[in-house]
């Protein structure tokens, strides 16, 4: 039995310990999410923040074959959309968009129930800002992309995003 415990023990510490941010601060957080934040709550802009970790393989390829890329950034800036990557473990101050009240990063994680990585939120300016969407996962470019022009054409609160893609991208 207490052999059985030192392995339960061992493993338990090695899950936390691959899960937690290794205190670095890696290319996908260099960028302050606060005044992209700000200028979407200012500029009424539709807001996604990506919650991600240091150590997750699913956010570095997120991050690498989606959000860093030209086209992507491109995209959103189009479709009057801000894109934040937010530290889960992060301690920046940052203002929370449905509250409009600062916190930490990781206070923001959870206050959003954020509990796997990258999780993506949606905020809506035209409804003060509240999520509207919540996708726990990777999106791949074609369908985020997809998703930009859903939210800049003004349908997503008309019909259904498969609607739209199926409707050649009109309401």
């Given at each position: 039995?207490?052999?059985?415990?030192k392995?339960?023990?061992?493993?338990?510490?090695?899950?936390?310990t691959?899960?937690k941010?290794?205190?670095?601060?890696?290319?996908?957080?260099?960028?302050?999410?606060?005044?992209?934040?700000?200028?979407?709550?200012?500029?009424?802009?539709?807001?996604?923040?990506?919650f991600?970790?240091?150590?997750?393989?699913?956010?570095?390829?997120?991050?690498?074959?989606?959000?860093?890329?030209?086209?992507?950034?491109?995209?959103?800036?189009?479709?009057?959309?801000?894109?934040?990557?937010i530290?889960?473990?992060?301690?920046?101050?940052?203002?929370?968009?449905?509250t409009?009240?600062?916190?930490?990063?990781?206070?923001?994680?959870?206050?959003?129930?954020?509990?796997?990585?990258?999780?993506?939120?949606?905020y809506?300016?035209?409804?003060?800002f509240?999520?509207?969407?919540?996708?726990?996962?990777?999106?791949m470019?074609?369908?985020?992309?997809?998703?930009?022009?859903?939210?800049?054409?003004?349908?997503?609160?008309?019909?259904?995003?498969?609607?739209?893609?199926?409707?050649?991208?009109?309401?």
């Amino acid at each position: 039995m207490a052999k059985l415990l030192k392995i339960f023990l061992v493993i338990l510490v090695l899950v936390f310990t691959a899960c937690k941010d290794s205190g670095k601060t890696s290319e996908k957080f260099k960028e302050d999410p606060e005044p992209i934040i700000q200028d979407a709550l200012k500029n009424k802009k539709y807001l996604i923040l990506v919650f991600e970790s240091e150590s997750c393989k699913y956010c570095d390829m997120l991050n690498r074959e989606v959000l860093f890329q030209p086209d992507f950034k491109q995209k959103a800036k189009e479709n009057n959309v801000n894109v934040a990557i937010i530290n889960v473990y992060g301690d920046r101050k940052i203002t929370d968009p449905e509250t409009k009240q600062k916190m930490e990063e990781s206070a923001l994680a959870v206050a959003n129930r954020v509990y796997s990585y990258p999780t993506i939120l949606v905020y809506d300016p035209n409804q003060d800002f509240k999520v509207v969407f919540r996708q726990n996962g990777v999106i791949m470019k074609k369908d985020f992309i997809n998703f930009l022009e859903y939210l800049g054409s003004g349908c997503y609160p008309k019909v259904e995003f498969e609607e739209f893609i199926n409707n050649g991208k009109k309401c």
